[in-house]
C-alpha cells in the first residue's frame, strides 16, 4: 500500500534540515570572506572578515546553529562549492549582530 502525505507532512518533510558546506575565500585587500552554501544553492557570505580569529567565531556560531536544528555541515573543497545543484545561486549578506 503506497503511503499518501498530508499537507502537513509535505510541509515538515521541506522544512528537514539541509546540508550546508562553508569555505573561506581569501581576498586581495588581505582580508577574508566567509561563505556558506546550503544544500538548496542558497548562498550567504559575511565579507571582509580581518582575522582569521573573526572566521573562526562565524565557524563556531555556524555549527552551534546547525547543531541546534540537526543540520550537518562540512568544509567544502574547490570541486564541491564549484558543482551547482539546482535552486537559487543568489548570494545573501550575512548580517552581524551586535549587542
Known amino acids: 500500500m503506497e503511503r499518501q502525505w498530508s499537507r502537513g507532512e509535505e510541509h515538515w518533510a521541506a522544512a528537514m534540515p539541509q546540508n550546508v558546506a562553508y569555505w573561506i ?3 586581495s585587500d588581505g582580508r577574508f570572506d566567509f561563505v556558506v552554501k546550503l544544500e538548496s544553492g542558497k548562498v550567504f557570505r559575511r565579507s571582509g572578515c580581518i582575522s582569521r580569529a ?16 540537526g543540520a550537518p555541515i562540512s568544509s567544502a573543497d574547490a570541486a564541491s562549492r564549484d558543482a551547482s545543484p539546482s535552486g537559487s545561486q543568489t548570494t545573501h549578506v550575512a548580517v552581524r549582530a551586535t549587542s
Open 54 to 69: 573573526e572566521i573562526d567565531a562565524w565557524i563556531e556560531g555556524l555549527r552551534m546553529l546547525m547543531a541546534a536544528i
Open 25 to 27: 575565500e581569501d581576498r
